[in-house]
């Protein structure tokens, strides 16, 4: 197993800029496909970026060229930069893990099996 304590998030004004991390516990972080969720005030949590073991990378549409997902395996921390940030990206943030091993890697909350307990991010306009 592997347990997840996200951090780095808060208050900003449109067109700022966020760097969440997230720092992962227990079993080899390496193992795993890493994700970044997102869950706004009564939707449906979305998935935003993951990364793979060898370092691949998958966007949602709606953050594509504005958010880059990124993790440095010896410390064990996943990392979210959030450039160009608007009041639709406001949400409780989240990081996940997976065992899973498919290309695409997947966005869908359902493939996930670890969660930490997440990140308040709000924009402002």
């Known amino acids: 197993q592997v347990q997840l304590v996200e951090s780095g998030g808060g208050s900003v004004q449109a067109g700022g800029s966020l760097r969440l991390s997230c720092a992962a516990s227990g079993s080899p972080y390496s193992n795993y496909y890493m994700g970044w969720f997102r869950q706004a005030a009564g939707k449906e949590r979305e998935g935003v970026a993951v990364i793979t073991n060898d370092g691949s990378r998958r966007y949602a549409d709606s953050v594509k060229g504005r958010f880059t997902i990124s993790k440095d395996n010896a410390k064990n921390t996943l990392y979210l930069q959030m450039n160009s940030l608007k009041p639709e990206d406001t949400a409780m943030y989240y990081c996940?893990?997976?065992?899973?091993?498919?290309?695409?890697?997947?966005?869908?909350?359902?493939?996930?099996?670890?969660w930490g307990q997440g990140t308040q991010v709000t924009v402002s306009s």
């Open positions: 996940a893990a997976t065992s899973s091993k498919l290309w695409p890697a997947p966005l869908s909350r359902n493939s996930y099996s670890y």
